[in-house]
């Protein structure tokens, strides 16, 4: 019976450990979503730019977002979203 009780108590340790270091794992910042936006245009895959600049885009908005997605949206030739 002892013997049972310290296997929960250690696999529960387990459980809790794991559990704290998951709740410390962040998304990606609007930096991230930048820069991957930028080496899409560089590579000329202005899908994948969109892509990353709207995600970015939920971080809140300034001058380096609104600047991608212009350069994601000409790219695609859609001049008026541009």
């Given at each position: ?8 108590i250690r696999s ?27 080496e899409c245009l ?41």
């Amino acid at each position: 019976m002892p013997r049972l009780l310290i296997q929960y108590i250690r696999s529960m340790m387990i459980c809790t450990v794991l559990g704290v270091f998951s709740l410390q794992v962040q998304a990606q910042s609007q930096a991230a979503y930048l820069k991957a936006g930028n080496e899409c245009l560089a590579k000329s895959d202005p899908f994948c730019a969109l892509h990353h600049f709207r995600m970015a885009l939920e971080y809140g908005e300034n001058a380096a977002v609104c600047q991608g997605l212009g350069q994601a949206e000409k790219a695609l030739h859609n001049y008026r979203q541009a």
